[in-house]
Each structure stands twice: as structure tokens, then as C-alpha cells.
């Protein structure tokens, strides 16, 4: 705050004395030779009677006609008749010492002084951008702040779920708090360690937790901080804040969002930003050049490592690159009690449950999880929050909002009913399948319905019966609506169905080797970015016979799937109706619930409303009329799951 508050007065220094410069400027002698008339014409003035006042300095003459509306100088020789000449025309007469004319010391000097200071200021300003690479006006001040204990401090007691990455850091806590530990055995702590990981995994809280274990002075600024409009300020900041490190070292520098000022140097259309490679460049040679910079250590954090400059990431500037993932169920029911320490919870709740229903999260989304339960306890005038309000925020995270205020017809009701049966039926009776959830048809977010699934743990990886279990559930809302409506009942509901099974039939192809016509061959095209310069120069890996059975294949195995979806279905028609009867008169169901219609029996609930709460676990949507708002990833970066 100070630096700013110091750059707005110095601002406002000058433009008072630009002020100052030009009202000064404007000299009285100048204004009056402007309105000079000669000896001649002061005489024809007298004469006729204009002339109301004059002051007599020696040669010297100034006056003003009769009009008072304005004045006139002139120079008068030694005339002996001037003074007769104007007491007969009654002009008032005044008469001044000749020495004023003369200008004193101090006058040349407050003449003199706007310009000698507009020089001074220059000199300054030009000696600053020589020195400092655009530090005047403190361009190149480093934007880096001091975090202390005011800002309040964060221990490894407030970060869960990331254990190898705290073990591995531990090791820098020790260092900054014994370091000779280290160095009589020779060892060379890491001198920068690079966070790598998903967004909202807690990089930036487990870089707080490292500084609020060691006790250290920590700076902390982001990667786009550097970067700047005027050239040699990124470079000039990354100097200043090495500079303040020193002074405070043993410290932490904390750079978030590397990847701003850290990309391919050279690379891209249209050729590099020399402004941010000198950035870079400045970076490199800091953390390790001629001059050892010891006690410092570099933390930086970034979700896109692929996009770095290899120089940065060699041993000696980032010796160490720890992974920061998503959290598995151990790890997120830790970050559930840690985020529901200021929550007063009922004795219903059990993290556990609630870790289980949660694969794929990470620990924000765990966190406005907690929060969300939290609203919604408040808007229901509730006192504690009950396991309730945390299975509605999941779904309201998971699938969207409720939409019930969405004007429905009774037969667009119905279709989609139809519709989420069919995803139901699949979903259970096909091998392969994730066990069922949940099914609505009440709007949420995008989706006029959705099919959830259960996934009994947290998955690592697909196998081929998954994929094609997946698909054939994935048309299963196409399918259920032609077997009641007729082969030509064709909409765009099945829109996200259609892309997901695309998507996941070419990944099965191109990508995982599941194609016994094509191999075990990766035939992705070129999927990298393109003003990082790598798809430039790289060609394409198949021919256009390659290409045309790749469209065979993905063809065949989406047709198979569809095939397979109207056996089963039409082979349960009878379920199909339960199902959908269930649906128009509830709602939404849970798995269990589904299971019995299908087995014949009816849904009995205690109190029948609107809310079902199915059995706990992973909820993860799978299917509907459109993509809901927070679908689980899929292999491979990619999102099979059908809406």
C-alpha cells in the first residue's frame, strides 16, 4: 500500500508543478509588450483625450485609457513638456524609483526554478530506467507479498488427503529448520519444487502449510504478475523479488500459475513474446546462475506442466515435481472433516457416506460441498445439518439445480420418462454396468432427466466390458422411446447420448487398442495445442485407408451396442412400462427401488414426496435427455458418461 500511495504523490508532484511551470511562464513584461504603442501614438493619445492614468519609471511609461478597458505600455524619451502636456489633459500622474526595473536575484531564480526542476526530474527519471530496467514510477517493483502470521497461519494439520505430497515437502520444513542436518552428510536441499495437479487439489494451501511449518518469511505472487505493458518490467520484478528474498532468507517464494510466465520459449504462431521470454529468461538465471541464492526455495504451482519450458523444469532450478491429485475416499473424507469443523452437524452425518458418493472430487469441490449443505440447512430454518442436506447438495453439485418451475407437458413428461427407464433397465440388466443409483425426471441444470450410477470404488482404469456395457446403456433413452412410439419417433433428446457413445466408441479405437481389425496402434490425431508449435510440424500417423476403417469400427461397435440395447429392451417391455409408471408417479427413485418395480413389487416410502433418498455412494450421472452440469471424467480425459 505504501508503494502505491508513494507512486500517486509523486504523480500528483508533478502535475502541480507542470501547473506551476506554465502560470509562471506567463511573465507580466511579456503581456505588456504585447500592448506597446509608441512615444508617437501616446502623444496622439493625450492628446484626444484617451489617456485616464500613467506611471513615470524612468524611460519607462504605463497606462490606461480613459475607458479603463485596457492598458498600454510605451518608452518615453527626456521630454521636459510630456508631464505639462498631460496635467492639462487631466491625466493622474504616478511615478515610480528607476531601480525596480532592474530585477533582483531572487526573482531570475523563481523565473528560473520550473525549469531546473523539470530537468532534476528527468535526470531522476532517466537514471531509474537505466538502472532498473522500468523501475521508475515502481514499474519494476516486484508485486510479491509478505505473508506473516497477520494473514493467519496455515499448518499441515489444515491440509488432508495429500499425504505423499506433505511427506515430500516435510523434507524442506526440516531443511529451513535445521539445515545443517542435511548439509554435513553433503546433501543439497531441492532448490525449487514444482506442484503439479488438477485445479482445486489445494497446491496453494500446501504451499501456505510449508511456510507455516518452517516459520518463514513467505512471498507469494502469481505468474501473471510479472508480465506487463512496458518492455523489461517482467525481468526488472523478477530481479527486485529475488532481491527482497535475500534479505529475508532462509524464505519461501511461492509463484502460482507458473505457467503464465513460464511457457515454450519460441514456440507458436506467429513467433514468441519476447517481453515474456525476457521474463523467463531473468527466472532461469535466478534460480540457478553465477550468483547462488542460498536459503531461498521456490515453490511453484501449475495444472498444465506440459506447457513448460524444459529449462525450467532440469534438476538445479525444479529438482522436484510433486503430483497433487485428486483425493481418493480415504482422502476425502479427511478434507470432509476438516471442512466440516465450523459446521454443526446432527449425529446422522457420516463422512464416510458422504466420501464414498463423491468420486472425482477434489478438495474445492469438497469444500463448496460442505458449503452448500450448509445453505441449504440455513434456508430450511434448521439448527443442525443433516446427512439430508449434505446427499441434496451432492446432487445439486453433481446433476444441477432443480428445475421445477419448467413448464412440462404431460406427454413430454411422459417421453422423458420413457426415456430414463431405458437408461434404468440397461444399466441393470446389462453385465458390465455400474450398479444404479438413482433415477429422475425432474429437470436439473441442462437435463430434463438423469440416470445415475454407483460405482462401487474408485475406478483407475476401464476395461473393455465396462465400455461396451456403456454404450449399450447409452442407448437405451433412443431405443425405450422407438419401442413405444414407433421406428420413426426420432428427436433430439439422445443429442449428448449420441456424442458420449461417439466419443467413447473412437477412444475404444484410436486410443485404448480395443479394435482386433486396427491393433494395439494409437491413432489420435493431433490434439495439442497449436500456438504451442508442436502440431505444426507433426503429420498425421494413418493413411485414408487407416482412416476409413477406423469410421468402420466405431461404427460397428456403436450399431452393435444399439443392436444389443433393443434386444434387451425388447425382451423387457413389461419392466419398461413398471419403470416409467414408477417415474410419472414419483418422480425420482433409487436404484433398490427400481429393482422392485422391475421385480413386480411396489414403492413404499414413509412419506411420500418428491425427495428420494437412494441408497449412499458414488453418484455419478450416466444418462439422461442432456449433459448435466458436473459430469464425472472418463478415461483417457474424456467424459463417457451419457446425459
Not at 518608452?75 to 504616478?94: F, H, M, Q
Not at 429422475?440 to 441442462?446: E, K, L, N, V
Not at 476409413?548 to 423387457?572: F, H, M, P, S, Y
Not at 418395480?597 to 441408497?615: A, N
Amino acid at each position: 500500500m505504501n508503494t502505491h500511495f508513494r507512486n500517486f504523490a509523486i504523480w500528483v508532484i508533478i502535475g502541480l508543478l507542470l501547473i506551476a511551470l506554465f502560470n509562471m511562464f506567463q511573465n507580466p513584461s511579456q503581456t505588456r509588450r504585447g500592448n506597446e504603442i509608441s512615444y508617437t501614438e501616446l502623444l496622439a493619445q493625450v492628446d484626444a483625450g484617451n489617456v485616464s492614468e500613467v506611471t513615470i519609471q524612468g524611460n519607462r511609461l504605463t497606462g490606461q485609457y480613459a475607458d479603463k478597458s485596457r492598458s498600454f505600455t510605451s518608452y518615453a524619451p527626456d521630454d521636459p513638456n510630456l508631464v505639462e502636456r498631460l496635467n492639462k489633459k487631466g491625466v493622474r500622474i504616478s511615478a515610480r524609483p528607476k531601480d525596480e526595473d532592474v530585477p533582483s536575484i531572487f526573482n531570475v531564480l523563481l523565473s528560473w526554478f520550473p525549469m531546473l526542476l523539470l530537468i532534476a526530474v528527468w535526470i531522476f527519471f532517466m537514471r531509474q530506467m537505466q538502472s532498473g530496467g522500468g523501475r521508475a514510477m515502481g514499474f519494476g517493483k516486484s508485486k510479491a507479498k509478505l505473508l506473516t502470521e497477520r494473514h493467519g497461519r496455515v499448518t499441515f494439520e489444515d491440509v488432508a488427503g495429500v499425504d505423499e505430497a506433505k511427506v515430500d515437502l516435510q523434507e524442506i520444513v526440516e531443511f529451513l529448520r535445521d539445515p545443517q542436518k542435511f548439509q554435513k552428510l553433503g546433501g543439497r536441499i531441492p532448490r525449487g519444487c514444482l506442484l503439479v495437479g488438477p485445479p482445486g487439489t489445494g497446491k496453494t494451501l500446501i504451499a501456505r502449510a510449508v511456510a507455516g511449518e518452517a516459520n518463514v518469511p513467505f512471498f507469494t505472487i502469481s505468474g501473471s504478475d510479472f508480465v506487463e505493458m512496458f518492455v523489461g518490467v517482467g525481468a526488472s520484478r523478477v530481479r527486485d523479488m529475488f532481491d527482497q528474498a535475500k534479505k529475508n532468507a532462509p524464505c519461501i517464494i511461492f509463484i502460482d500459475e507458473i505457467d503464465a510466465v513460464g511457457r515454450h520459449r519460441g514456440a507458436g504462431l506467429g513467433g514468441g513474446n519476447d517481453e515474456r521470454e525476457q521474463t523467463l529468461n531473468q527466472l532461469l538465471v535466478e534460480m540457478d546462475g553465477f550468483e547462488a541464492n542460498e536459503g531461498i526455495i521456490i515453490l511453484a504451482a501449475t495444472n498444465r506442466p506440459d506447457v513448460l519450458d524444459p529449462a525450467l523444469l532440469r534438476p538445479g532450478r525444479f529438482d522436484r515435481q510433486i503430483t497433487v491429485p485428486n483425493p481418493d475416499v480415504v482422502g476425502r473424507e479427511k478434507i470432509l472433516r476438516v471442512h466440516m469443523r465450523k459446521v454443526p452437524l446432527a449425529p446422522d452425518v457420516d463422512p464416510k457416506t458422504i466420501a464414498r458418493g463423491t468420486p472425482g472430487f477434489s478438495g474445492a469441490d469438497l469444500a463448496n460441498l460442505v458449503n452448500e449443505a450448509a445453505l441449504l440447512a440455513a434456508r430450511r430454518s434448521k439448527r443442525m445439518v443433516t446427512q439430508v442436506e449434505f446427499e441434496d447438495a451432492k446432487d445439486k453439485v453433481m446433476m444441477g439445480a432443480e428445475r421445477r418451475s419448467m413448464a412440462m407437458t404431460e406427454e413430454e413428461k411422459l417421453a422423458t420418462a420413457y426415456h430414463e427407464a431405458g437408461h434404468a433397465i440397461l444399466n441393470i440388466l446389462v453385465p458390465g454396468n455400474d450398479p444404479l443409483h438413482k433415477v429422475t425426471i425432474i429437470p436439473r441444470g441442462r437435463a430434463l432427466g438423469v440416470t445415475m450410477s454407483l460405482p462401487e470404488r474408485d475406478k483407475l482404469s476401464y476395461s473393455k466390458l465396462w465400455c461396451e456395457a456403456r454404450l449399450v446403456m447409452t442407448f437405451g433413452g433412443r431405443v425405450a422411446e422407438q419401442i413405444i412410439y414407433g421406428m420413426d419417433h426420432l428427436n433430439t433428446g439422445a443429442s449428448s447420448d449420441i456424442t458420449q457413445a461417439t466419443n467413447l466408441a473412437r477412444s475404444m479405437v484410436t486410443e485404448w487398442g480395443m479394435s482386433d481389425k486396427l491393433g494395439p496402434l494409437r491413432y489420435t490425431d493431433n490434439q495439442q495445442e497449436v500456438f504451442l508449435g508442436h502440431a505444426i510440424t507433426q503429420r498425421q500417423n494413418m493413411s485414408e485407408e487407416t482412416a476409413r476403417l477406423i469410421d468402420e469400427e466405431i461404427r460397428r461397435i456403436v450399431t452393435a451396442a444399439q443392436a444389443k440395447a433393443w434386444e434387451v429392451l425388447g425382451a423387457n417391455r413389461d419392466a419398461l412400462e413398471a419403470v416409467t409408471q414408477a417415474l410419472m408417479e414419483h418422480e425420482t427413485i433409487s436404484g433398490d427401488e427400481c429393482l422392485a418395480v422391475m421385480r413386480g413389487e411396489k414403492i413404499v416410502r414413509p412419506t411420500d414426496d418428491d425427495t428420494t433418498k437412494g441408497p449412499t455412494g458414488s453418484a455419478v450421472p450416466v444418462a439422461g435427455q442432456a449433459r448435466p452440469s458436473r459430469p464425472e471424467p472418463g478415461p483417457g480425459g474424456m467424459e463417457p458418461q451419457p446425459t
